[in-house]
């Protein structure tokens, strides 16, 4: 019996041989790396509230801070709020908080929100757009955070994958893009 850690069998997966990284993107995330010597290394995937960057969790809760924000009449207006509103089934922003904060905390609930921001920022909304790039330049930065931490040579390959990849074309080309750029 050979028992080992999923991000070791999806870091083979990715590339069998030489040093690899991968960037799982769905409710949470987490970043990994396998070096020459066969190490592993890791950056987020630390939960919501430490360090899921990327994550669905994380473009919903930024996406609902931007709609509370729009609320009080501090931040800027969104079609997040309708569109949350609509998904939510309710008609006040305030509203929000019975589900949010009364029940179990719950980040896939929160991450079920976040193709709704990716969808909206896709239409142009610009607080959507600003949400979207802000997470990006996140991964961006974990990503490149890991192959220094792992002492990758340049060039090594980076694999992404996980829901918000699959399902999210938008997402995926301008992550793509960041990467690709640096």
């Known amino acids: 019996v050979f028992v080992e850690s ?24 987490a970043f990994f790396a396998r070096c020459a010597d066969r190490s592993v290394h890791r950056t987020c995937g630390w939960g919501g509230l430490l360090g ?18 729009a609320f009080d009449r501090v931040g800027p207006e969104t079609s997040l709020t309708q569109k949350f509103c609509e998904m939510a089934g309710v008609t006040e922003v305030p509203e929000f908080l019975k589900f949010l904060y009364v029940s179990t905390f719950d980040p896939a609930v929160w991450a079920r929100y976040a193709p709704t921001v990716l969808r909206e920022a896709s239409k142009g909304d610009p607080v959507s757009l600003e949400i979207v790039q802000h997470e990006i330049d996140q991964v961006c930065s974990s990503l490149f955070g890991l192959t220094a931490k792992a002492e990758l040579p340049q060039g090594t390959e980076i694999f992404l994958t996980g829901g918000l990849i699959e399902e999210g074309k938008f997402y995926f080309e301008k992550l793509r893009e960041s990467i690709e750029a640096n």
């Open 6 to 29: 999923d991000a070791r069998q999806t870091l083979r997966a990715a590339n069998p041989e030489d040093p690899v990284v991968i960037g799982l993107l769905g409710t949470g995330s």
């Open 52 to 69: 899921d960057v990327g994550s669905g969790f994380e473009l919903a809760k930024q996406g609902f801070t931007a709609v509370f924000r």
